[in-house]
Every structure is written in structure tokens, then in C-alpha cells.
């Protein structure tokens, strides 16, 4: 099929919580103009509050089919033990109206593999399995992708060339989706309890908690920027800032005795193995 501009497709979101909203937000931060979006909420009532939060189409969950023959890619983003009913109305909706060729039904349900999808929905459909984190409402996210068969090659490329508009994007195997969802679907609430303890550490020094708040989150973008641009193993960067005998060994050697290294990986793994149990 002919590439399509990211700028004219038309992508729909069923369920606009915090991280299809995320993907949404991301999206109109990217310019994606708000008329080439709409969204499913939860009822006829939540729709308006939805509308008025977005600034974009929202329907109730038995009125969007009329969208449906001009759009490309819906992004399904409810919880695992929805998905079944979500694609139950979202199959009613199908039967309404003819359906734009190519129409591919992008999952980002954790856990929740293609091949369910496929025998929950019952249709013959492109599908595509995401896993994206919250960064990507500020245009720096991960994503990570994977498709059925039935995705036209070219339709995926658009689709990546859309996530990568929300930070980077890459494509794994299904098998390591589980994987995916434990470090960068989880990831990010990881950062965030290290950035926690490091203003409460700063605020046991004596420094004010509002210059913490704004000297922790900068000190973790510089690093990531910094290791992203030298190219660097994070342990060869890191060799740039220990000084023998001084503070910083003194502080490594204090979480490599509390064991930090192995219990991030402990999480990602906990982590992983609820993704499994999820699908």
C-alpha cells in the first residue's frame, strides 16, 4: 500500500486513560492536528468530560462507527481484564460501517498477546501489539512493537514513524514483550522512586525541598543526555566521575553493599512475571 503521511492519518483511542492519554497528549504536542483524533470513553457521560480534557472527538463505547472508514490506526488502551469487553463493543461497531482498508487495532494491553486478541475478536484484523511508557507524552518515550501477520509492512513503517514522534521506538520479537513491559512499561515509576529518594536525601542535607525538586530531575537528564551522546558504557561514564578514595566511591560502595544493583533487576523480573500472568 502507499505510505501515508503521519500529518493525514486519522487514529481513534478506546479507553483515554493515563497512558492512551499519554500516547494522545504526546501526539498533540507533535502537532497532530486535534481533528485527526478522536477517542472511546467509558460512557455517554464520561465522553463530554473527555472531550473538554482533550479537545477532541470522544464517543460513548456503542457510538464511534461512523469513524471507522477513515481511519487507520485504534489504539485499544484498557485494562487487561477489559480488553474482552472492550473488543466485544468495539466488534459491534465493525458490523455498522465499512471499514477503511487497512484499519490496524494497535494493543497496548499488557500482557495480552496477539493471538488472544485475534480469537477474542473474532475478525480476521491487522493487529499490533505496543508497549510505550509515560515519557511519550512529552516526546520522550519508549516504545516497543510487534505485529500478526496480517499488518501490511509499509502500514507498520508508518506506524513507527508515528511512535518515534514520542521518542524512540523499537521492534521486538512477541516473546519479548513480557520483557518490554517490566523495563519500559514499568520503568518509569523505577526512575521516579530513585529521584524520591534522592530529594529526600538532598532535603536530610539541609537543601530546600523546592531547589531539590528542581536539581534531581535535571541531574538525571544531564546523565541520560551525556551517556546517550558519548556513546559510552555506563560504567566507562561513570569512571569519569569516581575519584579514587573520594566521595562518590564512598556513596557507590554504600549501594553496592545494600544490594541496589540486584534489586532493580528483582523488580524488573517481579515485574515481568505479572506481565505473564496479566495475558
Known amino acids: 500500500m502507499m505510505m501515508t503521511a503521519v500529518q493525514d492519518l486519522t487514529i481513534g483511542f478506546i479507553g483515554l486513560g493515563k497512558m492512551n492519554g499519554a500516547i494522545l497528549q504526546g501526539l498533540l504536542n507533535a502537532k497532530i492536528k486535534s481533528d485527526k483524533l478522536w477517542g472511546v470513553a467509558s460512557s455517554s457521560e464520561d465522553a463530554q468530560k473527555k472531550t473538554d480534557e482533550f479537545g ?51 494493543s497496548i494491553a499488557a500482557g495480552v498477546q496477539l493471538e488472544t486478541l485475534q480469537k477474542t475478536l473474532e475478525i480476521p484484523l491487522p493487529m499490533v501489539r505496543v508497549m510505550p511508557n509515560l515519557g511519550v507524552a512529552v516526546g520522550h518515550g519508549v516504545s516497543t512493537l510487534t505485529s500478526n501477520a496480517l499488518v501490511d509492512k509499509e502500514h507498520e ?104 544493583r540486584s534489586a532493580i533487576d528483582e523488580a524488573v523480573q517481579a515485574a515481568i512475571a505479572r506481565a505473564k500472568v496479566l495475558g
Not at 473488543?87 to 460501517?97: D, N, P, S, T
Open 157 to 260: 513503517k508508518v506506524l513507527i514513524t508515528l511512535l518515534k514522534k514520542l521518542g524512540c521506538c523499537e521492534v521486538l520479537p512477541e516473546n519479548l514483550f513480557d520483557a518490554a513491559t517490566g523495563l519500559v512499561g514499568s520503568g518509569p515509576a523505577y526512575v521516579l522512586l530513585i529521584i524520591e529518594a534522592l530529594i529526600d536525601a538532598a532535603v536530610h542535607s539541609g537543601i530546600p525541598r523546592a531547589m531539590a525538586k528542581q536539581m534531581v530531575p535535571q541531574l538525571l537528564i544531564g546523565t541520560s543526555l551525556l551517556l546517550e551522546q558519548s556513546g559510552l558504557h555506563p560504567a566507562q561514564l561513570r569512571d569519569n566521575v569516581v575519584t579514587p578514595a573520594g566521595t562518590t566511591a564512598e556513596g557507590l560502595s554504600v549501594l553496592e553493599a545494600a544490594g541496589v
Open 56 to 106: 477532541i472527538r470522544v464517543y460513548g463505547p456503542k457510538e464511534y462507527a461512523k469513524e471507522l472508514s477513515k481511519t487507520e490506526f485504534i489504539f485499544l488502551g484498557v485494562k487487561p481484564h477489559k480488553v474482552a469487553d472492550a473488543l466485544a463493543a468495539f466488534k459491534q461497531q465493525l458490523a455498522l460501517e465499512p471499514l477503511k482498508k487497512g484499519l490496524t487495532l494497535v
